[in-house]
């Protein structure tokens, strides 16, 4: 056995690889539940009644703190703050979506953290084109009264392509 001194250093270690593990596992419930509720507002039959996309967007703003930023990009625009994100979220953009976040990067550091994610989402337009969404979404986060919520969240578009069509030739090795 060692000295109460190796013995405290030694708890303190294992509280912070603890907190560590607890922080990344929240993060990917947290990006989770995001996902699950961004395609919530749709059916395959097109978005949902307004109230139903109302009560949505109010649980998606819940998920990122009073000042954050959702950015978007192009046609998806920018959000500041909890009431325009949620606001965001009121107007749907497209028919459907099904978003698939992969290959999380997560790093933390004390209450705050960072996270890249690749996401892929099949998604139909409002004019009902099938199309494949592939991009890279750069996340900030904070804990926030021992919640993680997001601070920014900022999708960087790789590519949109006709479902149909694919996104061009692999050339052979």
């Known amino acids: 056995m060692g000295n109460d001194a190796d013995?405290?250093?030694r708890l303190a270690a294992l509280e912070e690889r603890v907190a560590a593990a607890e922080a990344h596992a929240a993060i990917l419930d947290l990006k989770s539940r995001y996902g699950a509720l961004a395609d919530?507002?749709?059916t395959r039959r097109g978005p949902?009644?307004?109230p139903e996309i109302d009560e949505v967007a109010e649980q998606l703003a819940a998920l990122f703190t009073p000042d954050a930023v959702w950015e978007g990009g192009g046609a998806l625009g920018r959000a500041e703050g909890r009431a325009a994100i949620r606001e965001r979220f009121r107007r749907p953009t497209l028919h459907y979506s099904w978003h698939f976040f992969v290959k999380p990067e997560i790093v933390v550091s004390g209450d705050r953290a960072r996270g890249t994610w690749d996401v892929l989402a099949m998604i139909t337009t409002l004019e009902g084109r099938a199309m494949w969404m592939v991009g890279v979404e750069h996340d900030e986060y904070a804990r926030v009264d021992g919640r993680w919520l997001h601070t920014r969240m900022q999708l960087e578009s790789q590519l949109m392509a006709p479902h149909d069509r694919g996104w061009g030739s692999v050339?052979?090795?």
């Open 40 to 42: 919530a507002r749709y």
């Open 48 to 50: 949902r009644a307004q």
């Open 171 to 173: 050339p052979e090795r």
């Open 7 to 9: 013995v405290a250093a």
